[in-house]
């Protein structure tokens, strides 16, 4: 497997899995009816590095960096990523995180934030491992199409020599 930075031609081998992630409507807070345009807009927008992971000649997985915050603020890291279901369970999500997260450290970020991890969202475990912290909870603020009404994690984590 190759992880490298994304370039617009990757992104018609994203969309196929950004769709069927988002539109299942139970990990990310994007509107599952989200059309192709906007996605790209959402994932490989103009202040993102993109990243994707390479498994031959498929793009398995995909992950941006951008800034959460701007100005005084923008050196807090925010990041999404996306494993394509049909390659879950491989270990390919945390190989991404890891790197992402070091480009993000050597890229002068000094940490990175979460804004809405889905309460019942399988990767809370890995987040957690890589050591994240929850540090707020919006209450009941996802409408999981399973369980009904259930919160919203606000996570955090150092980056770099501040571990």
Request: aromatic share 10%; proline share 8%; charged share 20%.
């Amino acid at each position: 497997m190759l992880i490298r930075d994304a370039t617009p031609e990757d992104w018609p081998r994203i969309w196929p899995f950004w769709q069927l992630i988002v539109s299942a409507g139970d990990t990310y807070a994007w509107d599952p009816g989200t059309g192709e345009q906007a996605a790209r807009g959402l994932w490989m927008g103009p202040a993102a590095r993109v990243f994707v992971v390479e498994d031959g000649p498929d793009v398995v997985a995909s992950a941006y960096v951008k800034p959460n915050y701007g100005g005084p603020a923008a050196s807090v890291a925010n990041a999404g990523f996306m494993v394509d279901p049909g390659h879950a369970g491989r270990g390919i999500g945390r190989r991404l995180a890891e790197h992402v997260l070091r480009e993000a450290a050597g890229d002068g970020y000094r940490a990175m934030v979460f804004n809405a991890v889905v309460a019942t969202n399988p990767a809370l475990k890995l987040w957690l491992s890589l050591g994240f912290d929850v540090v707020g909870t919006i209450p009941d603020a996802f409408e999981h199409p399973v369980h009904g009404p259930v919160g919203l994690h606000v996570m955090h984590r150092k980056l770099g020599g501040a571990e």
